[in-house]
């Protein structure tokens, strides 16, 4: 059963443009949320967290925003540039070990 | 600065032979360490972790197994590997639970 899901396999952005990645999660549990971002041939690299106290994160160019209400994360890049251009996968925790992760949305920053 | 090392980056085995992937992670004491399972098409799985020597949590049952001989050292092991131990094997580690894992650059196992 997949308690953390990102439903676009696949997005592509401008440069330039904003771009909004998507995860929900069925867990009400899930108090720390993370988005990973992976290059291919490399393992999947840290990004940005939030904890179920907030509803916004930022950091430079990137925003993560949680609605508990909807059980729904998004992480924003703004202004995207090509070399966003990965695999980014959410994850969420309740435990602090165990994490579950999202499937992953590849993102093409188109120059 | 801590880094992780996990090797090999590919490997192809025969259906039935054994498995040993080793992860060491540097620059830092008493880490909790983990294995994560990517199978085609879904997200990473949690397999093992540890939050000491010698002390291994299996969050799914199967055919793999984990130990942990040194601090900073964590091997994943099978006896007789299966066709669905195929996929892409992820090593990470944290400094403490509830906290950001950092993740070695995997290995990609094909079972023949």
């Known amino acids: 059963d997949q308690q953390v899901k990102q439903n676009s396999p696949s997005l592509s952005v401008q440069e330039g443009r904003i771009s909004i990645l998507n995860c929900d999660y069925t867990n009400s549990m899930f108090d720390y949320f993370l988005w990973y971002k992976k290059y291919p041939a490399e393992g999947p690299t840290f990004l940005i967290s939030i904890s179920s106290i907030k509803d916004k994160n930022e950091d430079g160019r990137f925003t993560v925003f949680l609605n508990k209400s909807a059980k729904h994360l998004s992480l924003h890049i703004v202004p995207s540039q090509p070399g966003d251009s990965a695999v980014y996968f959410c994850a969420a925790s309740s435990t602090g070990n165990q994490f579950y992760f999202g499937t992953g949305t590849s993102l093409t920053v188109i120059p | 600065s801590q880094t992780i090392h996990q090797w090999p980056a590919t490997l192809v085995q025969p259906v039935g032979s054994p498995l040993s992937l080793e992860c060491t992670v540097e620059g830092t004491s008493n880490p909790n360490l983990y294995w994560y399972r990517q199978a085609a098409g879904r997200g990473l799985q949690l397999l093992f972790y540890?939050?000491?020597?010698?002390?291994i949590s299996s969050e799914v049952p199967q055919n793999l197994s984990a130990s942990r001989p040194q601090d900073r050292q964590f091997i994943l092991s099978s006896k007789k590997l299966l066709l669905s131990d195929s996929g892409f094997y992820l090593c990470?580690?944290?400094?403490?639970?509830?906290?950001?894992?950092?993740f070695g650059d995997g290995t990609r196992l094909s079972i023949l």
């Open positions: 990470a580690w944290s400094v403490l639970t509830n906290q950001p894992q950092h």
């Open positions: 540890s939050v000491g020597i010698g002390q």
